[in-house]
């Protein structure tokens, strides 16, 4: 993750949550289905749901055109050199298609497995500095309040450079994505109108870090098609807020917003039943979608 000369915007996509109430058996057939209909889709790594390299491994054997996310692998219980040996095995066998995400952990879920730390922030620092440094072919020694490597270098790293994403949200830790990583990914209930606030704040951490790079914003994005009176209310611990939810084109206009708004990659959350939800997704809004390419 070394600095690189400015760039300008990446083109705008779209993609999908492999949500995480479906069972690791059944997720195969459910990518397929979408497989280069969007492009991106993401998997997620919540406790204490399906792995998240075993779904990584299981979606990218399954699909050929999609790009695959990892979203998102909590720091505490992720060490880095393991989890830069996986991603690196990964990206070896799929390249191109992967897609690095990693976050601070839910603090409750940090609690209930003995992980919990005292300052989330030095542990997301040393977590992804080293992994981004082990990735990049580097050998890496740290004695860090979190993190200690004695001269660690992978034997296979992957082919091409990997982008890592942190799925962070307050301010702190807005300005570490922008000093340390290549992208940062904002979870469900981000409304349009915060999103030059956060551009902003990442802005101020690539001034510390001197990165020059477009740094990479992905929004996942809650959305329902439907009357919104039956909208299924979603999971209890996802953060309640802003939603595109109605008529194909009422929910085409509010990720419209989200994409006028400056973000990089918009991927559709479903509340409800997912097949249908993403059908409609793929079908009724992704064609009223302007796209900046």
Not at 27 to 45: N, Q, S, T, Y
Not at 222 to 234: E, I, K, R, S, T
Not at 257 to 274: H, K, N, R, T, Y
């Amino acid at each position: 993750m070394t600095d690189q000369p400015s760039k300008p915007p990446l083109p705008q996509t779209v993609g999908a949550m492999v949500m995480r109430h479906i069972a690791p058996e059944l997720v195969p057939a459910h990518v397929k289905r979408f497989d280069g209909r969007f492009d991106e889709l993401w998997i997620v790594e919540d406790c204490f749901y399906a792995g998240g390299i075993s779904q990584l491994t299981a979606v990218l054997n399954t699909t050929s055109q999609s790009k695959i996310g990892h979203g998102i692998a909590p720091g505490p219980f992720r060490n880095p050199a393991a989890l830069a040996m996986e991603w690196a095995t990964l990206a070896r066998l799929h390249p191109g298609r992967l897609l690095c995400g990693v976050g601070h952990g839910v603090d409750y879920w940090m609690r209930q497995i003995g992980e919990e730390v005292d300052s989330p922030i030095t542990l997301m620092r040393e977590t992804v500095t080293t992994t981004g440094q082990l990735l990049a072919a580097e050998t890496v020694s740290i004695d860090g309040r979190y993190v200690q490597l004695d001269e660690v270098t992978l034997e296979f790293p992957p082919a091409e450079p990997l982008h890592i994403s942190l799925g962070v949200r307050g301010p702190v830790s807005l300005r570490l994505a922008g000093e340390i990583a290549d992208g940062t990914i904002v979870g469900e209930g981000i409304a349009p109108h915060e999103i030059a606030g956060i551009r902003e704040t990442i802005e101020e951490g690539q001034a510390t870090g001197n990165r020059r790079n477009h740094h990479r914003i992905t929004a996942f994005v809650g959305f329902f098609v439907g009357d919104p009176a039956n909208l299924p209310p979603p999971p209890a611990d996802i953060v309640p807020g802003w939603a595109a939810v109605g008529q194909p084109d009422e929910v085409a206009a509010g990720c419209q917003e989200m994409l006028d708004a400056g973000i990089d990659s918009l991927i559709f959350v479903p509340f409800g039943d997912p097949d249908p939800q993403l059908e409609l997704a793929h079908e009724a809004i992704v064609p009223l979608l302007k796209l900046r390419s």
